[in-house]
Each structure stands twice: as structure tokens, then as C-alpha cells.
């Protein structure tokens, strides 16, 4: 499998009053095409630096991020901006939307500003695959409703429809699962694992070891380093969570989770 | 505690802080600009008139034989009875426009010793040497003359060259309303120039008169039925200075309006304040500070702010108002301006006490708030309808970007009414006043003063001969000999002339006689006027006349009307009423038919003349000019600005002022406002920026939000303009005599050019004061409500 994100020596440092703070430091890494790879690490480790600074929402203090051949580190704003709309998907712990916004429009929104120029889809495409999306996820029935008129479950998963909608390459996740209760979780998951099975990369940041169970690979940062990383290999089905969780667990005992 | 908070906040507020600031000052200067404009000048022209020991009648008379021994008489009786105090004499000697180089005629007069007096620039007295001319301000200007300049002239055999010595402050001749004009010489160059001439009966004389009981006189004076060419009273004397009046009144409905639009900014930048700091609320009155202390903390902050904002403003204004009263000046004698500055700080006194009052009740929401809601942040969770009116999905090829910008606007209607408010505030007051000055710059406008409006206006001097010789064909004669030599040289041009009378008019229910100016057209027919209501004057005892004088002598369409031009009183019946700022609005309209006599005239307007249809006006008018250069030969807009003096310049000026404070004021608002929404947006602004909406289209999406409001306020202001227009500008109007003035409306220029100028302006503003999305990083997600 080819790599769709290549990181090498990623550094970032904020500097506050004049003092400097390294949040990452030489973070070296890839997420291979289809490839599901979850960040853990403790509190302040750098996990979601680390995601921000990949996906360009954030800007790296040194080395480069290699995203399907593109240099993210040497794209203009407007150019990361567009590869963001364009080829990545994110979604975030706190179920961000515009409040002004139905649900349904909050989906088709970002598809809507991607139809400009040559060769995009027309408004009927899009509508048409706002539509198989909210089926699939099942929110269809809260379509016209207002974001604060569904349950928490339901907006996330129509944030995940949100980042799906222009067919990115990868979704960065933030905690995908971080405010949602045990059943919510599990269906945000299952939606995850089979986008990731439909061939999408997907990297994310997770406190959750049975979320991070269900990832192909986890790297452990400590400290804006990585510490380590382990393979877990493809998650097949429900049958061998416990066996995968369990292996995590262990390994992030050693790590000194 | 309260100077630490107040320190805190004015650092972190600083943007906000300083376009209030900017507000308040903007306020100050046009609020004590316009108070003290308006008190200067209602006082200016009280002192003018005091200290020019203005007369409380005046009158003017033709020739110096026996019209002069009949009210000379007359006055003498008066003087008897105690109704006259004082009468000055002023005859004027006239010199012929061919024998002057004024290019115009002269009308030399001594210096008036004690009524109507004249001031130099200095507002000193002029005292004129032999040799020397005096000219009044209005014809200086007219006539490009300076101190220093000569004026040669031809008395009789003897050619004279005298030197102005000063530029006058004329209190008699001062405003272009009043009509008259008039050169100050000494004694020793008047007798000299009056020796010079040979016929000493052609002059005019001039009589200000003091009287014990004005009213009385002026009853006794029309009823003797004195041959006098025009009486003007102190009363009628002060309106004609109403021009000056009416911009200082401007100003102050600037200066309301620009208050009306600071409110509504304070009012949101408090609620707005509020809103951020509502858990800071909260929690002091959780620890137990009374709501007082808390709204002391605002209040003492927006009292820095007020009186900062007040000083700097009344400061501001004083050269603000000097710049303003600049051209009045220079007309009028005015005091020293001494009680300017306590005056400019009184009215930021009250703009300060407004400011205070107006935060006090906005801050009333504190009392009202309970600790809970407050440290909840005053949201209890509840929503109360749907959020989006509109659909994106149903918004067809609707660009994502003016859908969200659209959205916005609907989902917050609440959030966008102080823009609202102050863009329909800006329209407006963009909208009426140039509606009044396109009105009266107009060529239209020249029928206000009862003139028809025609191609050409022509003085040419041979009025004079054609009173003396009181033959109507002689005049018709001399025009029919006008257009032949026009037409040797391929101009076809028609020429008629209006002759003035000032006969005495009553009617049957207003015996009083009274004299009021009459016109009639030769060669022209009176169907050509504009009229109000009725059908114009065709029979030879039919008339016109202005809605006032209709009013003045109570009649009503079809009433008799009887005037007096000799002993005969002949009767007239009205059949139309039509509008003028002639003679203050008081005059009357002959039939073309009507039987007159040019030996009872009192002058003639100018000459007018309409070409043949498809000649090219202004190519016509200079080739007529080559013709005959001895005639003053003007179209209508040089027509208008004899008649309208320096008026048209000040109506440039502020036209120019007018869009300049809309624009700056609706940038300043657009700014602050584009800034707090900024400020309450920057969750979504971040969470669109994550998912890869560029900073060019957040920008664009902030800007044009803005741009919407600006564009449907323009369209609710030309509405509420159109309202308005009517109202208001025949109201300002109203006060010159005219009672239902016909608006030239350019829309072009006022309902597309200038809203157009502003909402660039504001979509400037709108566009740098949303470049702040720039500074917003994904973190602030985190602030989304």
C-alpha cells in the first residue's frame, strides 16, 4: 500500500511571552492509502497538535508533511485551504456546525463551495449523495432539523456526512467519540470503520482504547514525541474486539498509560 | 476598583472604545456646530440689524421732481402725527451700463449716516475719501471685484475713475433676495457726479424711515396711494436673510440624526458588552456587589468615554462652526464670537448628561438578572423557532457565499438593526437634502422666482428709455428689432419681456390696500407659466397670483380683485394661484391682454428669449454674446445664481459635507459593528476555516453580510425618503414663500450614485474590518455557543 501521509521531523513550537514551548518535536510518521492509524498519548502529549499540524489547520515550525505527493509545508493558504475543502474530511469531538443551518445544509455546505470550476459535481449530484449518506447513517428523518434539535449521536454523525461529502482521501478525527455516551460511540464507529473499509484513510486522535481497537495501527506520543507504535492489524469483525482490546491495553500499560 | 476595571477594559476593548469615542466626538462637533450656527446667526442678523440701525420702513421712488414733493409731504404729515421719528434721505445717482465699466449700471449713493448702515469686512464703519468707490459684498463676488480694483464711469461730459476702497457688510443690499443694488461714494465725488449729469429727474430716491407704530404707518402709507417704486418693511427685510437660517437649521437635523445613530450604537455596543461579560455579572453578584456598584463600574466607563468624547467634540467645533459660518460672515455683521466655547461645552454637557441617561436605563438589564442566569451566561437552553428561514439546497444556483451572507441576515434579524437603522439614517439623510439642493439648482427652480423658463435671458438696458417714453409698441418694437438682428446672423430666436408694477391691490372682503408686485408678459402667453390650481389669466381681466397673496387678501378662484395702478381702480377676476420667492412670495400674474401703461411700471424683468426648436442653447448663446456684446446675455443656470447670490456655492459645499459624514459615519459603524460580530462569529469562522473554507471567501462572507444591509437600507431609506420628501422639503421651502414646490429629483445621482459612493464605502470598511478572520485559528472552535 502507498502512503497517503508521509510526516517527517515535524516540529512545532508555540512561543509565549517569549518563551518558547515545543509542543511537537520530530514527529516522524505515515498513513498508508485505506490505512486506519489512531493517536494516543496523555493529557498534553500533543495528540491533537499533532493532527491540526498535519491536515494544515495549523502551521508546522519545521519539517514537512507529504500528503499524496503534495508538500503541505510550501502549499499557499488559499492552495492548503482548497486541499483541505477538497481531498480531507475532519471531524472534531464537539459537534461543531453552523447554528444558522439546517442539518441538511450544513452537510451539503462545503460540497457547495467545492462545485466551482471545471469538472465538479452539479448541485443534483451533490444532493443526490447528501441524501445515500444521511440514509447510511441513518439521520434522513432530521434532515430539515435545526443542530440543536437532534441528539448528540445524530449530529456527529452528520458531521462525519459533513466530511464525507467531497470524497476526501483521509478524515482527520479529533476524539470522535469524546462527548458521546457508550451507544452513540459505537455507531459513530461502525460508521468510521466502514468508511475506512470503503477505502478512505483515517487518522485519529483518541483517549478511548475499544476506539483505538478498531484502528489497523496506534502511535503513542509522549511528550510531543513518538514514543512507540503498534500494529494491530485490519479490525475484521465484532467477534475479535475484546482479544484486540486487551492487546492494547497491554501494550499501553508498557508505554505507561 | 473602578479605575482598574475601567483600565482593563479600555485596553481590551480598544477597537470598540475608540469608534464609540470617534462617535460621541462626531456628534459633539455637529450638535455644538449647529446649536451655535443657529443661535449665531438668528443672533448675528438681531445684531446685524442693531447695529446697522436697520430702518423700519424703507422706501424707493422714481425720479426727483414731483413723486418725491408728494411723499415728502406726506412724510411730513406723518412726522406731525408722531407716527415718524426719523427719515433719511439717500438719492442715488444711475449711470448707464454703456458708460461704465461695471458692466452693469451703477447706482451711487452717499454713505447712510444713520439707518442702514455699512460695515467693511473689519465691521468697521467705511468713511470714503474722494476718489474712492465702496461696493457691496454680493456684487463684489459677482463681479470678481477686489480693494484695490478701478471702476471708470462717464457722468456727463467727465470721465471718472475711482478705486474701491472696501468690500461693504450692507445690511439694505446685503441679500440677493432683496433685489436692490447700490455703490457708496464720497459727498465731495456725489455732488460732483450729480453736477456732472445732465438729467437730474431719471434718478432714484430712497427713503428709511423710524416709526413709533410700524403697522399703522404701513396702513396709512398704502391707503394714500404713493407713487413709489418699492417699500420693504425691517419684517420683510429679515426674511430675505432666511437662506442663512435655513443651513444652520441643516445642521442641527445632521447633528439629530448623527445622535439618533450614536444611540443606537451605544445601546448595542452596552447589550453586546453586557452579553461578554454576563459570567463576570454573575459572579460579582454571587460574592454580593450590589447592582448598583456593578452598573457603576459601566457607567463610570461609558462617562470617561462621553465627556472625552464631548470635550474633543466641542472643542472640534468651534473651527468647525467658524468654517460653516465662514460665507455668512462675510455678508453679515457679527458679534464677536466670545460666548462660542461655553456654548460648544454646554452641548457636550448634554450630550454627556444624554449619553449617561441613555446607558443607565440600557444598563437596567444587571438589576434584572438573576446570579443563576448569569453565570450561565444568560442562556437557559432553550430555543424558540426555527434558526433558517431559507435553504441552501432549495436556493437553486444561489453561490454558497451570498446564501450564507443572506442567511445570516434572516436568522439574525435582531442582531443586524442597529446597521439597519444607522444606513437608513445615513440614506436618508443623504437623500432629502440633495433632493432640496438638485431642486434648487435646477433650471426649474428659475419659475420660483416667477420667471417662465426660457432658452436665453438678456439684459440690455433699453428699459429705462421704454418707462420714460411709456409706449408698449415702442418696447415691442424694440424686441421685434432684437430678433431681426439675431436672425441676419442665423439665430432664431422669439423675445418677450415682462414688465413690472407694483400697483395697489384689495378685494372685497380686505379693503386695505396694499401694494403688491404685478407682472405681465409681452409677446408671450401666460399659459407658458407654471401654475398651482386654476386656469391661467387669458382675458383682459383675468389674473393670477401666488397662493399667499390669495391668502393675504382672502379671496378664492373667481373672486374680484381690484388694483390700482393710477386713480382708477379696476377690477380683475382670479382664475389661477402659482408659487414664487419673489417679493416673498407675494406677486401677481397679468393676462398677456390686460390694458396697462408703461408710464406706471416699475421695471422690467430681463429680456428672455426661446430659439427655434433644435438650436444648439449654449452654441446660440455665444454667438449672440459676439453679436451684441453690450447686452448681459445669461442661460438659466447664470440666471438662477444672480437671483440665488452665493446660495448655489454653499449648496455645493454642503452637498459635499453631507455624503462625506454618511460615508464616515457608516464606515465607523460598519467597523465596529463588523468587529463585535467577528468577535461572536470567530467559532464558526474557525470551524469553516478547518474544513477548508479560504480566508478570502470568510472575508467576502463578513463584507458581504454588510453590503445586503446596506442595500436593503437603501431601499427602505429611498422609501422613507420619498415619504418624507414631501413633507420636509416643502416645509424648508414653505419658509421662502413657496408653498408646493415641484422636486427636481435626479435619481441617477440620488438614488443610485450616491447610495452606490456609500455602499462602497461601506463594503471598504466592511472588507478591512473583516480581514480579522485572518487572526482566527481553529482552536477558537472552542467559543461556539
Same mark, same amino acid.
Given at each position: 500500500m502507498s502512503s497517503s501521509l508521509k510526516v517527517k521531523d515535524l516540529c512545532k513550537t508555540y512561543v509565549m511571552d517569549k518563551r518558547q514551548n515545543n509542543v511537537l518535536k520530530n514527529v516522524s510518521f505515515s498513513v498508508s492509502e485505506g490505512e486506519m492509524v489512531a493517536i494516543m498519548g496523555p493529557s498534553g502529549s500533543g495528540k491533537s497538535t499533532l493532527l491540526y499540524t498535519v491536515s494544515g489547520m495549523d502551521k508546522m515550525t519545521a519539517g514537512s508533511v507529504d500528503f499524496f505527493g503534495k508538500d503541505l509545508s510550501s502549499l499557499k493558504p488559499d492552495e492548503l485551504s482548497k486541499v483541505r475543502l477538497v481531498e480531507m474530511g475532519f471531524i472534531f469531538q464537539q459537534m461543531y456546525m @453552523? =447554528?444558522?443551518? !439546517?442539518i441538511y445544509d450544513n452537510i451539503i455546505l462545503p460540497a457547495y463551495q467545492a462545485e466551482k470550476g471545471k469538472g465538479g459535481r452539479s448541485r443534483k449530484e451533490i444532493n443526490e449523495q447528501a441524501q445515500e449518506l444521511m440514509r447510511k447513517l441513518d439521520i434522513m428523518q432530521v434532515a430539515d432539523n435545526d443542530i440543536n434539535e437532534v441528539s448528540g449521536g445524530q449530529l456527529q454523525r452528520a458531521c462525519i456526512c459533513r466530511s464525507l461529502i467531497n470524497h476526501p482521501k483521509i478524515i482527520f478525527a479529533d476524539e470522535p467519540t469524546g462527548s458521546l455516551n457508550k451507544q452513540a460511540s459505537y455507531e459513530v464507529m461502525e460508521e468510521l470503520n466502514r468508511i475506512n473499509r470503503e477505502g478512505t484513510s483515517v487518522l485519529l486522535v483518541t483517549h478511548d482504547v475499544r476506539v483505538a481497537a478498531k484502528s489497523d495501527r496506534v502511535v503513542y506520543l509522549v511528550d510531543g514525541k513518538i514514543e512507540d507504535e503498534y500494529k494491530l492489524g485490519r479490525f475484521q469483525t465484532e467477534q475479535d474486539i475484546r482479544e484486540r482490546e486487551r492487546i492494547l491495553s497491554s501494550w499501553l500499560m508498557e508505554m505507561g498509560w | 476598583m473602578f479605575i482598574q476595571i475601567l483600565k482593563k477594559d479600555l485596553k481590551r476593548k480598544k477597537g470598540m472604545n475608540l469608534i464609540l469615542f470617534l462617535l460621541l466626538i462626531i456628534s459633539s462637533i455637529f450638535l455644538a456646530g449647529g446649536v451655535n450656527n443657529l443661535l449665531l446667526t438668528m443672533n448675528a442678523i438681531d445684531y446685524f440689524f442693531k447695529e446697522a440701525n436697520v430702518s423700519d420702513f424703507y422706501i424707493k421712488t422714481k425720479g426727483q421732481g414731483e413723486n418725491e414733493i408728494r411723499i415728502e409731504k406726506w412724510m411730513e404729515e406723518m412726522e406731525a402725527e408722531g407716527l415718524i421719528e426719523n427719515v433719511e434721505k439717500y438719492p442715488y445717482l444711475m449711470i448707464e451700463k454703456e458708460d461704465n465699466s461695471f458692466d452693469s449700471p451703477l447706482y451711487l449713493c452717499k454713505i447712510r =449716516?444713520?439707518?442702514n448702515l455699512i460695515f467693511d469686512t473689519d465691521n468697521q464703519p467705511v468713511d470714503l475719501k474722494p476718489g474712492e468707490i465702496a461696493i457691496p459684498v454680493s456684487q463684489a463676488e459677482q463681479k470678481g471685484i477686489e480693494p484695490g480694483d478701478e471702476i471708470r464711469f462717464r457722468a456727463g461730459e467727465k470721465e471718472i475713475s475711482l478705486q474701491v476702497k472696501s468690500i461693504v457688510k450692507d445690511v439694505l443690499f446685503g441679500s440677493p433676495f432683496v433685489g436692490f443694488d447700490a455703490q457708496y461714494i464720497s459727498e465731495a465725488d456725489f455732488a460732483m457726479v450729480e453736477n456732472a449729469l445732465s438729467r437730474k429727474d431719471g434718478g432714484i430716491t430712497g427713503y428709511g424711515i423710524s416709526s413709533s407704530d410700524i403697522s399703522e404707518l404701513e396702513r396709512r402709507f398704502y391707503n394714500e396711494? @404713493? $407713487?413709489?417704486?418699492t417699500t420693504i418693511s425691517q419684517k420683510e427685510l429679515r426674511t430675505c436673510y432666511v437662506m442663512d437660517m435655513l443651513f444652520a437649521v441643516f445642521l442641527m437635523i445632521i447633528s439629530i440624526c448623527l445622535l439618533v445613530i450614536s444611540f443606537v450604537i451605544l445601546r448595542f455596543s452596552i447589550t453586546f458588552t453586557l452579553h461578554e461579560e454576563f459570567k463576570e455579572i454573575g459572579v460579582m453578584k454571587a460574592i454580593g456587589i450590589n447592582s448598583l456598584a456593578i452598573r457603576g463600574i459601566y457607567l463610570c466607563k461609558y462617562f470617561v468615554l462621553s465627556v472625552a468624547g464631548a470635550l474633543s467634540g466641542a472643542f472640534f467645533s468651534i473651527p468647525f462652526s467658524d468654517f460653516m459660518m465662514g460665507s455668512i460672515e462675510k455678508n453679515v455683521y457679527m458679534p464677536k464670537a466670545q460666548g462660542n466655547l461655553w456654548l460648544c461645552l454646554a452641548c457636550g454637557g448634554i450630550i454627556v448628561l444624554l449619553v449617561m441617561l441613555f446607558c443607565y436605563i440600557c444598563t437596567g438589564k444587571i438589576k434584572r438578572l438573576m446570579v443563576i442566569e448569569a453565570i450561565k /451566561?444568560? !442562556?437557559?437552553?432553550e430555543r424558540y423557532g426555527k !434558526? /433558517? $428561514?431559507?435553504s441552501l439546497y432549495k /436556493?437553486? =444556483? @444561489?453561490p454558497a457565499l451570498l446564501f450564507l451572507a443572506a442567511n445570516d441576515i434572516l436568522s439574525s434579524k435582531k442582531k443586524y438593526i442597529p446597521l439597519f437603522i444607522s444606513f437608513i439614517i445615513g440614506i436618508i439623510m443623504i437623500i432629502l437634502p440633495l433632493n432640496a439642493v438638485n431642486t434648487l439648482k435646477s433650471d426649474s427652480v428659475i419659475t420660483l422666482f416667477g420667471i417662465a423658463k426660457s432658452d436665453v435671458y438678456i439684459t440690455s438696458h433699453k428699459e429705462e428709455a421704454w418707462i420714460e417714453d411709456g409706449d408698449m409698441n415702442k418696447m415691442l418694437a424694440d424686441l421685434e428689432h432684437m430678433e431681426e438682428i439675431y436672425a441676419r446672423e442665423g439665430i432664431r430666436v422669439k423675445l418677450y419681456s415682462e414688465v413690472l408694477y407694483f400697483p395697489y391691490v384689495s378685494s372685497e372682503t380686505n379693503k386695505d390696500k396694499s401694494s403688491i408686485m404685478a407682472t405681465q408678459a409681452k409677446n408671450f402667453d401666460t399659459e407658458n407659466y407654471r401654475y398651482l390650481d386654476g386656469e391661467p389669466p387669458k382675458l383682459s381681466n383675468e389674473l393670477a397670483m401666488t397662493a399667499l397673496s390669495a391668502e393675504e387678501l382672502n379671496v378664492k378662484m373667481g373672486d374680484t380683485v381690484w388694483l390700482q395702478f393710477a386713480e382708477e381702480k379696476i377690477p380683475y377676476i382670479l382664475t389661477a394661484t402659482f408659487e414664487s420667492f419673489n417679493n416673498l412670495g407675494y406677486s401677481i400674474r397679468l393676462s398677456e391682454t390686460a390694458e396697462t401703461d408703461l408710464k406706471y411700471s416699475a421695471g422690467f424683468y430681463d429680456i428672455q428669449g426661446n430659439f427655434q426648436e433644435g438650436t444648439d442653447v449654449e452654441a446660440a448663446i455665444s454667438k449672440m454674446r459676439e453679436i451684441t456684446p453690450d447686452y448681459e446675455i445669461k442661460n438659466t443656470r447664470e440666471r438662477i445664481a444672480v437671483s440665488l447670490g452665493g446660495i448655489i456655492e454653499r449648496l455645493d459645499e454642503i452637498k459635499a459635507l453631507i455624503v462625506f459624514v454618511v460615508i464616515v459615519i457608516n464606515s465607523l459603524v460598519t467597523i465596529l459593528l463588523c468587529r463585535t460580530f467577528l468577535e461572536r462569529d470567530k467559532g464558526e469562522i474557525a470551524l469553516l476555516k478547518s474544513i477548508g473554507f479560504s480566508n478570502g471567501f470568510l472575508q467576502a462572507w463578513q463584507s458581504i453580510r454588510i453590503g445586503m444591509i446596506q442595500l436593503i437600507s437603501v431601499f427602505i431609506g429611498i422609501l422613507f425618503s420619498y415619504l418624507l420628501n414631501d413633507g420636509m422639503i416643502q416645509y424648508t421651502f414653505g419658509i421662502m414663500g413657496t408653498s408646493q414646490v415641484e422636486l427636481n429629483i435626479v435619481p441617477m445621482e440620488v438614488y443610485v450614485g450616491y447610495p452606490l459612493l456609500v455602499l462602497a464605502g461601506v463594503l471598504a470598511a466592511a472588507y478591512i474590518a473583516a480581514s480579522g478572520v485572518k487572526r482566527f485559528s481553529v482552536q477558537k472552535m472552542n467559543d461556539m455557543e
Open positions: @453552523l =447554528k444558522n443551518l !439546517s | =449716516k444713520e439707518q396711494g @404713493l $407713487p413709489v417704486f /451566561s444568560g !442562556s437557559n437552553g !434558526s /433558517s $428561514p431559507i /436556493s437553486g =444556483k @444561489l
